[in-house]
């Protein structure tokens, strides 16, 4: 009970500083819930690192009738790796129960893999259909695609209307209902697994091309608030949804704490137009394909590629697109 008010009064103090900073759109903690997930502090567990064995102490029970108090035996959980300087375990239900550990990593500590001292940059454009495509001073381009993400998603999405469908025809409460919910249930969490392990791989691939060129700081473009006025525009079927599911933020809070371990730091800056301006003459076009093609000099090239040219003019210009002459390199095409 003591840690659940300490996370509870630690989310309050975090919206209030995000409010300070000028965020309007933070809410305060207001739903009432039913069930609370377990928290131990490092005062109530004990590791057996030799052994691999977690042990979570259970609270004493009292008998009646003003009895002594029965200590119960300790949760025991055998782990092959446990990481040092754990503070906070919380059990988590997610098609299962499942551990989750709260632990520090000390850097300092660790054997420095990479040295970063060069004044190399890149910059990173966004997409849902790309997840990351970037190109550096040394012009140097990449594209990590995400058509597996988005297979993935389109899967789930398809059969979760399947069975919201068979769930609709059964009475609540009945065997079958409650079967279809666990379904729904265990088809989201294998979803959600895969999906985080795709991102995971995305942001390594990336990182490894941060180490290969020497970079040492990462220009991204800021898409917080890209998915918030979706209702009044005219979308094809389905692409609203898709923009919607597009888990872009997950994807930048991994590159933000996997770059800092590489001592590479990450920028952000607006993107607007960086897409539909041309790089070297600066006339606005928006293209329908893959490709930006200039109607104006005839400049041609990834339309993804054109973005982060520009995110990357933008930075070095001071917010202005200007011509930044990069020396012309073959592109990159990675699948996860």
């Not at 300790?74 to 299962?96: C, R």
């Not at 704490?257 to 607007?272: G, H």
């Amino acid at each position: 009970m003591q840690l659940i008010s300490k996370k509870y009064l630690s989310n309050v103090k975090g919206i209030q500083e995000a409010r300070k900073a000028g965020r309007t759109d933070c809410l305060y903690p207001y739903k009432e819930k039913k069930n609370f997930n377990t928290l131990y502090d490092y005062k109530v567990f004990i590791i057996d690192y030799n052994k691999g064995i977690i042990k979570l102490a259970k609270p004493r029970l009292l008998r009646e009738n003003g009895g002594k108090q029965i200590i119960q035996k300790p949760v025991i959980i055998h782990a092959k790796t446990i990481p040092d300087n754990i503070v906070i375990m919380e059990i988590k239900y997610d098609n299962g129960l499942k551990l989750c550990m709260i632990y520090y990593e000390d850097l300092e500590s660790q054997p420095k893999l990479f040295k970063n001292n060069s004044d190399n940059t890149c910059a990173i454009d966004m997409g849902e259909i790309h997840s990351i495509t970037t190109i550096d001073n040394q012009g140097n381009p990449l594209i990590i695609t995400a058509r597996e993400i988005r297979s993935i998603q389109r899967f789930r999405n398809k059969e979760y209307g399947k069975l919201r469908r068979m769930l609709s025809k059964c009475k609540k409460g009945s065997r079958r209902y409650n079967k279809l919910r666990k379904t729904i249930r265990k088809l989201c969490s294998k979803s959600n697994t895969k999906m985080n392990y795709l991102l995971h791989k995305t942001s390594k691939l990336f990182i490894k091309y941060v180490q290969e060129n020497d970079i040492n700081k990462v220009i991204i473009g800021d898409i917080t608030n890209y998915n918030m006025n979706l209702k009044n525009t005219k979308k094809k079927k389905g692409q609203k949804q898709r923009l919607v599911q597009w888990p872009h933020g997950k994807l930048r809070y991994q590159l933000q704490y996997k770059l800092k371990r590489i001592n590479a730091e990450l920028i952000e800056i607006s993107e607007a137009y960086t897409s539909q301006t041309c790089p070297v003459c600066g006339s606005k076009y928006k293209p329908t394909g893959r490709n930006y093609i200039c109607k104006k000099c005839g400049y041609t090239n990834h339309r993804d590629i054109v973005g982060a040219i520009n995110i990357l003019s933008k930075y070095i210009n001071n917010n202005n697109i200007k011509d930044i002459k990069l020396p012309h390199k073959e592109l990159k095409y990675l699948r996860i």
